[in-house]
């Protein structure tokens, strides 16, 4: 499995990006799609994860109501369209696949659940 993020760039506070994740290789057509972000000097942490069959979702409170993940399986393609940014969203965030449900309640925040990462796209806000 194959994954390329978009959509990252330089915002203004308060601005909006709209990140992009298409996935190539086989998949099943039922698995954990996640986001992630890094910031120099701290730990990758879990921002939204979304289980393909059914479309449940799952945020960190941080981004809560900010944030909407979705799915597009014609495209082979997970979003994470991003509001009301802030300074503190600044990071590299990277998407990542399991082949799974996203497992028990909490553990889609560790990125040790997926087994398939992209290469990362910026995302500064000043």
């Known amino acids: 499995v194959q994954l390329v993020e978009s959509g990252g760039g330089s915002v203004q506070a308060g601005g909006s990006l709209r990140l992009s994740c298409t996935h190539s290789?086989?998949?099943?057509?039922?698995?954990?799609m996640g986001w992630f972000r890094q910031a120099p000097g701290k730990e990758r942490e879990g921002v939204a994860a979304?289980?393909?069959?059914?479309?449940?979702?799952y945020y960190a409170d941080s981004v809560q109501g900010r944030f909407t993940i979705s799915h597009d399986s014609a495209k082979n393609t997970v979003y994470l369209q991003m509001n009301s940014l802030e300074p503190g969203d600044t990071a590299m965030y990277y998407c990542?696949?399991?082949?799974?449900?996203?497992?028990?309640?909490?553990?889609?925040?560790?990125?040790?659940?997926?087994?398939?990462w992209g290469q990362g796209t910026q995302v500064t806000v000043s």
């Open positions: 290789g086989y998949i099943s057509s039922r698995h954990c």
């Open positions: 979304i289980y393909t069959d059914g479309g449940n979702t």
């Open positions: 990542a696949t399991e082949p799974g449900t996203c497992g028990p309640p909490g553990w889609w925040k560790l990125p040790s659940l997926y087994n398939s």
